[in-house]
């Protein structure tokens, strides 16, 4: 009986076909759960809320109402008195309460049902309930979106899944002390909690995409339930045995897609690209982006250059197909018309003559097979380099691919938006070419919801092109009135054929949710980044978002206009502390920020105050204040503790102001947020450093080095001087090496760490040179790792960096003499008195006269010791043999320079005795 519910509920977790519940066989006491849900998969939720309530006769009694609290209570007694023995039909209601929420405000059309019926009276107070509803979904000062459609759907499914799965209440948490987070065991937890538990982080990530920004205890229970794959894993144990293993690989694609989709949504897209390789692999998903030469339009004469994504699914669920159900396909426009770019015709694959592509592209390893596990984007630059599977891809005709493998490319598009700079020409043309993949298919059935998504997000990326821009905002004022949801007058004609809810909700939950309202203001947004200024403020103010509204004059500068509309919110809702804090943000006003902190505990508005007594204006007659930064931003952390950016702040506020501890405390929790950050590993072992934990900090340096693009030389410095004190030489060679490679262009030989490279020739000549005559292959097996990397580097590296330094020559030359090669040495003696003899102050600066007096002893005596030695050549060549003409010939060079001005000098007279004892 259990597994069969677990199986029951799974289906609805991965919102089956209808068809698929009807060959199970289902036991007559579980008839009413069978066509609950069979409802709910047939996209009839609402008629599941009617029938369950419809066997209640008893309702809330809106008399006892007061505020939201008080409404909670009254909702929390009522589902708890009707839902305390059934986890099943519970968990069954609160997906189709969650689903009618969904469908109201992100997919349309609109149910048809009053939810509304649940309080006894006639509702001549349902505006009131429904404020308190959206009151009640206030999370630590922001306010829930306020035109959002039967909030009463939301706050029912959440506080039933809360009911559930027995967790402690978030509505009216405030943060102030720690509450107990959902724990779930892959051997312990049941199914059916285990599936309560995915259904109430979708639930959450739903109430997070009503508020501005993310923040309170709801990011991180949703990121809690879906972090472990042991959620998966506790769903599939109760299963029958009987299931199929292509549906238990569905329950584990959907898992990682969603976690994906989570930390998207919380702001940790860096944790993202773990779950997309999982899932591609898990899927035997391939795909790669390569260049090939195209025509965009039909009047072009000539293909150009363009990129494009080749993909193949081989993961098919075998499951009933979306055409079995009544629906209909978005609407195929001929691809010559206005309303949609032409559809590319590529020119095939590596028509490139083979000569043009060496020239043109830099080679790559193609031994390298993990190119294509650990990139968002597989990259291909050569024909060669692509999988053998996808050579043979005709790049105009590409095979369909399911559902899934489309979400994974729309996931890695959101990834890498979010990771990348804006407005990138190079991004905006990867992420055309990830969209073109899914849009352009020619064969299969394309889902509504993944193909109108697909659309908007290239209309965005069209309207950052000037060519495609009036285009890009005609489909997206489109797809915004294809919902169905609040529009008055349409721009283009709409099909009158009732469309199926049911494609629309099929993946909601695998992609990130865009609410109605955030599509018109994401074209707000568009007109306003073109400077107009009025289209932009009319949506807002029909959205009645009166802060984006502030916002947006604020941008052009009328701060008078923004304020005016600030004030009239707060006079409107005083309880509005985002709006609080915007305005201290364009006043720069303290007061306003404490009040917005008193108000609801807004996180931002402490975050303003941080930065404002870090560096206050200077209007204000104030000084740095580092306790009072440091408090503030305590506050905002202790309320919102996922917030990488402000962790980050805080630390560098914490190593200014010589609090180790607390820099250590704050980097600790950057990079356990943020594994792949460099600075933070790096000014956390800085703060390891002060407080003597020396063995942390070069940890934290080796993570910090392995995170970094190679090209941030602090980094690499404080990695050698740490690896120095703690004697691990192979380190600080490594590190000495990218210096010197990154620092060469800009500083030239004064990316050599003089000091270092001398130590490291200390350990290097301490032991013998070995001795095989003649046999170089034998020298070099009997060389260390170490020695072998110091010998290119001292040898090879360093003269193609030194100019003037005479020192640096001389270290080289020592390592020359140590490899019995006098006449290396010999030559890099003699660049070293080039270096100093050539300086231009030699005849005006006695101090420089006397260093190229010592430089010259060196070289005659370099002469002299190794002169007579044994020449490159064999016993049969001497290294120099006019050392002695040679020596004479250069302190005399060097007394034609000083005749006349230093004559007498103690210089002088050192030149006299040298050119003596010759």
């Known amino acids: 009986m259990e597994t069969m519910d677990v199986l029951l509920q799974t289906h609805l977790l991965l919102a089956s076909e209808v068809s698929v519940l009807q060959q199970l066989s289902v036991q007559p006491e579980q008839e009413l759960e069978w066509k609950l849900a069979q409802l709910a998969l047939n996209g009839q939720s609402y008629e599941v809320v009617q029938l369950v309530l419809n066997e209640f006769t008893e309702k809330i009694n809106i008399e006892t109402i007061t505020d939201d609290a008080s409404l909670l209570n009254s909702i929390r007694s009522f589902l708890s008195k009707h839902f305390h023995k059934d986890k099943n039909i519970a968990l069954t209601f609160s997906i ?28 001549t107070k349902k505006e009131t309930i429904n404020s308190l509803l959206i009151q009640s979904l206030t999370v630590l000062g922001q306010c829930a979106y306020e035109l959002v459609d ?27 002390s720690d509450i107990a987070l959902p724990v779930i065991s892959s051997t312990e937890t049941p199914g059916i909690i285990a599936l309560a538990h995915w259904w109430r982080a979708r639930a959450l990530l739903v109430h997070l995409s009503l508020l501005p920004e993310a923040t309170g205890y709801q990011p991180t229970v949703a990121a809690t339930i879906l972090q472990s794959i042991d959620l998966a894993h506790a769903v599939v144990k109760d299963l029958p045995a009987t299931t199929s293993e292509e549906f238990k690989k569905c329950i584990y694609t959907i898992y990682y897609l969603e976690n994906v989709k989570c930390s998207l949504a919380i702001n940790h897209e860096h944790l993202c690209l773990p779950s997309l390789t999982k899932v591609m692999k898990l899927t035997n998903f391939q795909f790669v982006l390569t260049g090939a030469r195209a025509k965009r339009t039909k009047f072009q004469e ?5 990129l494009i994504i080749l993909a193949e699914s081989s993961f098919n669920p075998q499951m009933p197909n979306l055409s079995s159900t009544k629906t209909s396909s978005p609407e195929s426009f001929d691809l010559n018309s206005d309303l949609l770019l032409e559809k590319p015709q590529f020119e095939s694959i590596g028509s490139e003559p083979l000569d043009e592509q060496i020239i043109k592209k830099q080679k790559i390893d193609s031994s390298n097979d993990q190119l294509l596990e650990d990139k968002l984007l597989p990259l291909a630059l050569r024909q060669e380099y692509i999988p053998q599977s996808l050579q043979i891809i005709d790049p105009n005709n590409q095979p369909a691919l399911s559902a899934y493998d489309s979400l994974q490319l729309l996931l890695r598009l959101y990834t890498i938006r979010q990771t990348s700079p804006a407005k990138d020409p190079l991004v905006e043309e990867e992420l055309g070419a990830l969209i073109g993949r899914i849009i352009y298919q020619t064969t299969g059935d394309r889902n509504w919801t993944i193909f109108s998504r697909s659309l908007w997000e290239r209309s965005i990326v069209e309207t950052t092109k000037a060519k495609t821009l009036e285009r890009g905002l005609l489909q997206m004022q489109s797809l915004v009135e294809e919902l169905g949801l609040k529009i008055q007058t349409r721009m283009i004609p709409q099909n009158n054929e009732e469309e199926s809810v049911v494609p629309r909700l099929k993946y909601i939950h695998q992609l990130p949710f865009i609410p109605r309202w955030e599509l018109d203001a994401t074209l707000a947004e568009k007109y306003m980044s073109l400077g107009v200024l009025k289209s932009a403020v009319e949506i807002y103010e029909r959205l009645q978002m009166w802060c984006e509204t502030a916002l947006c004059y604020a941008a052009v500068g009328d701060e008078k206009k923004a304020e005016e509309l600030l004030c009239k919110r707060v006079r409107a809702n005083p309880n509005d502390a985002r709006a609080w804090s915007i305005l201290g943000d364009i006043k720069q006003d303290p007061s306003l920020w404490e009040k917005s902190w ?21 209007s204000s007659g104030l000084t740095r204040n580092y306790n009072l930064t440091l408090k503030h931003l305590n506050d905002s952390l202790r309320r919102y503790p996922l917030n990488f950016e402000t962790w980050y702040f805080y630390g560098c506020v914490a190593l200014e102001c010589n609090k180790m501890e607390v820099a250590a405390e704050a980097f600790s929790r950057c990079v356990s947020l943020d594994p792949t950050h460099a600075m933070a590993w790096s000014n956390l072992s800085a703060a390891y450093v002060e407080l003597n934990k020396l063995k942390e900090a070069f940890s934290c340096l080796k993570r910090s080095i392995a995170c970094d693009s190679q090209r941030n030389w602090r980094i690499w410095e404080n990695y050698m001087l740490v690896s120095a004190k703690l004697n691990e030489w192979d380190d600080v060679l490594i590190a000495c090496k990218q210096l010197v490679n990154i620092r060469r262009n800009k500083s030239g030989e004064g990316s050599i760490d003089l000091p270092i490279v ?37 040898c090879i590296t360093l003269p193609s960096v030194i100019t003037t330094s005479a020192r640096c020559w001389r270290l080289v030359a020592k390592v020359e003499l140590w490899r019995r090669r006098p006449w290396a040495a010999l030559e890099c003696h003699e660049k070293a008195y080039r270096a100093v003899s050539h300086n231009p102050d030699l005849e005006i600066d006695e101090k420089i006269w006397n260093e190229t007096v010592d430089a010259c002893e060196d070289l005659v005596a370099a002469y002299e010791s190794l002169g007579e030695m044994e020449g490159k050549h064999g016993p049969s060549s001497l290294v120099c043999k006019d050392w002695k ?34």
């Open 96 to 123: 189709a309460l969650l689903q009618c929420f969904i469908q109201n405000n992100y997919t349309g059309p609109s149910t048809p049902i009053d939810i509304y019926d649940i309080f006894s009276q006639d509702l």
């Open 150 to 176: 039967d909030p009463m759907y939301l706050v029912l499914s959440l506080l039933l899944l809360e009911q559930i799965t027995e967790q402690p209440t978030l509505f009216g948490n405030t943060v102030d």
């Open 302 to 306: 000539r293909a150009h250059s363009s």
């Open 598 to 618: 008193d108000i609801g505990k807004y996180v931002n508005a402490k975050n303003s105050l941080g930065r404002y007594y870090y560096n206050p204006p200077a």
């Open 758 to 794: 001398e130590k490291l020739i200390e350990l290097l000549v301490s032991s013998d040179y070995p001795k095989c005559d003649d046999d170089e292959d034998s020298i070099e097996s009997q060389l260390t790792h170490f020695q072998k990397s110091c010998i290119e580097f001292v």
């Open 885 to 918: 003409y040679k020596a004479r010939s250069t302190i005399k060079a060097l007394m034609s320079k000083g005749k006349g001005r230093w004559d007498g000098s103690d210089g002088w007279e050192r030149l006299l005795q040298a050119r003596s004892q010759i």
